[in-house]
């Protein structure tokens, strides 16, 4: 069904092209905020991705790998949106105070350390984080996604890794002002 809804829109079938869309736009905003961590960006992202696959749509050659080139064009769209604005925003939203639900306190802790440490790794390596963990890309679906070999995808998500892995170890350390706080005068 896919495979007809992609031959159709590339022949200029707008409907067909809506489907699609359609059927995207949700997983294409998701690898985007995850890979911005920003809400508006992703946005734009999403929406710069779609122009995209429009407007290129005709030179797919594989309808097979529809959601791959989709990933691919997110995923470009992601850096060229991050390049344009590197600053990071903070989003604070009130959540509402529930008795009845458990103490949550040590999940949240967990989350903000991981937002942390992404916050701390490049675009490039979230992208990787992303496509692979959030996702569940194989190696040669992420490698096909990024447009790289299979090979330089692995390599990729092994350092991404362990860039986050020190970037949560440096979040756990005591900074120097705080060591120096400690010591006996």
């Known amino acids: 069904m896919q495979t007809e809804l992609v031959e159709l829109a590339r022949r200029g079938d707008r409907e067909a092209f809506g489907v699609l869309a359609n059927g995207a736009v949700d997983r294409l905003y998701g690898i985007a905020r995850l890979i911005l961590r920003d809400t508006e ?41 991050g390049r344009d604005r590197r600053r990071w925003r903070t989003e604070m939203i009130v959540l509402p105070k529930e008795p009845s639900e458990p ?18 790794l490049t675009n490039a390596q979230r992208t990787i984080l992303v496509l692979s963990f959030h996702l ?8 096909d996604a990024l447009a790289i070999p299979v090979g330089t995808a692995k390599s990729r998500l092994h350092y991404a890794i362990e860039a986050l892995r020190a970037a949560l170890a440096a979040d756990e350390r005591p900074s120097v002002g705080a060591q120096r706080k400690d010591r006996p005068a």
């Open 103 to 120: 103490d949550r306190t040590s999940e949240l802790a967990d989350r903000d350390q991981l937002e942390r440490g992404l916050r701390r």
């Open 41 to 81: 960006l992703a946005e734009d992202a999403t929406q710069d991705a779609l122009v995209r696959a429009w407007r290129d749509l005709p030179s797919l050659r594989d309808v097979e790998r529809f959601d791959a080139w989709l990933y691919r064009l997110v995923v470009r769209a992601c850096a060229d949106v």
């Open 136 to 143: 569940g890309l194989s190696p040669s679906e992420t490698a």
